[in-house]
C-alpha cells in the first residue's frame, strides 16, 4: 500500500535541503513532489541553479522543476508526480485521494499560496516514518497549528477561486 508523507515549509530553502536529504537516503526522485509559491516571480531566474535536487537512480528532481499555476494557488514552482495530476484536478483533490484528511489538505495548499513549499513522497507504508523523520530533520511547519493560526485570523477554508495572497 502506498501512503504520502507531505511537510510544508515556510522557507524554500528548507524544503531544498529536505529534499537533498531525502537524495542522500536513497529516495528515488520519481517518488518525490515539490510545490513551492512563486509569488513575485521570486524563483524564475533561478529555477535550474538551485532548484531542490532530488535523485535516486532515476534522475534529479531539479530537472523536472518547471513555473506553472495552480487554481487557487497561484504561480508555482513545481515538480514531480503531483504536480502532472494537480493541474487537471486540484492539489486538494490528489492529496484526499492519497490519504491526506480534506481539512488538512486544505492547510497545505492555503500555506503554499501563502508562500510555503510542499514537499511530498510517495512511500510504502514500511519507509513512511523513515521518509518523516527526514522530511521533518529541518524546519517545519505543523499543519495543525498553522490550521488553528489561519482560523484565528478569519480563515474558513482553501478557496481556489480567492484572488492571488499578497503578503502585508
Known amino acids: 500500500m502506498t501512503a504520502y508523507v507531505i511537510v510544508l515549509y515556510d522557507r524554500y530553502g528548507d524544503a531544498e535541503a529536505a529534499v537533498r536529504d531525502l537524495d542522500t537516503a536513497a529516495i528515488p526522485a520519481d517518488d518525490i513532489s515539490v510545490v513551492a509559491s512563486n509569488l513575485g516571480d521570486r524563483y524564475a531566474t533561478q529555477i535550474k541553479a538551485d532548484s531542490p535536487a532530488g535523485a535516486g537512480s532515476t534522475g534529479r528532481l531539479q530537472d523536472v522543476l518547471e513555473i506553472r499555476a495552480i487554481p487557487g494557488v497561484g504561480p508555482v514552482v513545481a515538480g514531480g508526480w503531483l504536480v502532472a495530476t494537480s493541474v487537471g484536478s486540484g492539489l486538494i483533490d490528489n492529496l484526499v485521494r492519497g490519504g491526506i484528511a480534506k481539512e488538512e489538505a486544505q492547510v497545505y495548499a492555503e500555506g503554499v499560496r501563502r508562500g510555503g513549499t510542499i514537499v511530498v513522497v510517495r512511500a510504502g507504508l514500511e519507509?513512511?516514518?523513515?521518509?518523516?523523520?527526514?522530511?521533518?530533520?529541518?524546519?517545519?511547519?505543523?499543519?495543525?497549528?498553522?490550521?488553528?493560526?489561519?482560523?484565528?485570523?478569519?480563515?474558513s477554508g482553501f478557496d481556489e477561486n480567492a484572488p492571488p495572497y499578497i503578503p502585508d
Not at 523513515?130 to 505543523?142: F, T, Y
Open 127 to 155: 519507509s513512511a516514518s523513515q521518509i518523516r523523520a527526514i522530511l521533518q530533520g529541518r524546519p517545519w511547519v505543523d499543519p495543525a497549528t498553522r490550521g488553528r493560526a489561519y482560523r484565528g485570523a478569519g480563515w
